[in-house]
């Protein structure tokens, strides 16, 4: 979906800036073994781009002098990227946090059989897609059999730890609504989520992380189709929150694209909103400078206010959490 296509005629969402750069979150490619109704990526089976070596190289040599403290894999599926064990390692080994963001059934599929393995011998924070802890609204959205594997890539995860009270390996996993609606309570949901895993299917994971639909890509496409775009972008809208602003994860993070390119964020990369609130020309990861980051403006339009409305929504779930 063109950007066009999610902005209203008045635009008024407030101008931010940057702060410090803390994360750098790269798309590794479009490939994914899913092709979810929700995906603001458009990623699936048959999508052939994915970030090359020398690319990925770039992005390890900025994170290395940027002071970002975290690395952030995302995708369609980022473990398809063949160099994706390649950089998990050298991102470790120059102590950065590194976190897979995993659809689980990945975990289950020909091929990975000692990805999970990998990840903990690793230490790799897992934020894993479970958009709920009922089979029927996993598979009304992810496909049919997806709630079982997942159940089972959750299983092997906990047998090497993640998820355990100790905290020691980290299991995130990531919520989000069936439809046009704003995601309910995290800490309230989250209890419903250890209950229902944990007495039904013996599964205990870190902590919940509650994200809101962006109104772009195959979510946005479903919203026209059904005629509920406007009045989603509506709610949107009125549900904003100054005092989210403040939180917003554009704020401290920098998202590369699988060419190598530089947005403020995973929704404006798919929106090819540049980097910068000039709607100038994109800049590459091999160009950028992180001190010249800092206090900087960021581009803007009308689906940021997926990120503010209500409890907010972020990457590492509502705002503040």
């Not at 393995?117 to 609204?137: I, K, Q, T």
């Not at 009304?140 to 890539?153: I, N, P």
Request: proline residues 4%.
């Amino acid at each position: 979906m063109h950007a066009t296509l999610i902005r209203l005629q008045d635009t008024r969402f407030p101008a931010i800036r940057r702060k410090g750069l803390e994360t750098l979150q790269v798309n590794l490619g479009y490939r994914c073994n899913q092709s979810c109704l929700h995906c603001h990526v458009n990623a699936g089976p048959n999508r052939k781009e994915e970030m090359g070596r020398e690319t990925i190289e770039a992005v390890l040599t900025f994170l290395r002098r940027s002071g970002a403290t975290t690395l952030d894999l995302t995708g369609g599926a980022p473990e398809l990227n063949p160099h994706f064990r390649y950089m998990v390692g050298e991102a470790a080994k120059s102590g950065a946090h590194v976190i897979d963001r995993c659809n689980l059934t990945i975990l289950e599929e020909p091929g990975q059989e000692d990805l999970a393995e990998f990840l903990a011998a690793h230490r790799v924070e897992v934020v894993a897609s479970l958009p709920c802890y009922l089979e029927d609204n996993v598979d009304r959205q992810r496909g049919k059999g997806v709630f079982e594997t997942s159940l089972a890539a959750l299983r092997r995860l906990n047998a090497l730890g993640y998820g355990a009270e100790d905290g020691g390996l980290l299991l995130s996993l990531v919520y989000n609504p069936q439809g046009p609606s704003l995601p309910p309570p995290q800490e309230k949901l989250e209890a419903d989520y250890r209950e229902q895993l944990g007495s039904r299917h013996g599964i205990v994971f870190s902590r919940l992380l509650t994200l809101a639909n962006m109104p772009i890509q195959r979510f946005g496409s479903m919203l026209i189709s059904k005629g509920q775009f406007n009045e989603y972008m509506a709610l949107l809208h009125a549900a904003h929150r100054d005092e989210n602003l403040d939180h917003v994860m554009c704020r401290s993070l920098l998202s590369i694209d699988w060419q190598g390119y530089a947005y403020d964020c995973d929704f404006n990369q798919m929106l090819e909103l540049p980097l910068g609130a000039n709607g100038g020309a994109r800049t590459h990861i091999a160009e950028l400078a992180a001190a010249g980051l800092e206090g900087g403006a960021i581009a803007v339009a009308d689906h940021c206010y997926g990120c503010t409305a209500g409890q907010g929504s972020s990457c590492g779930g509502a705002l503040g959490d």
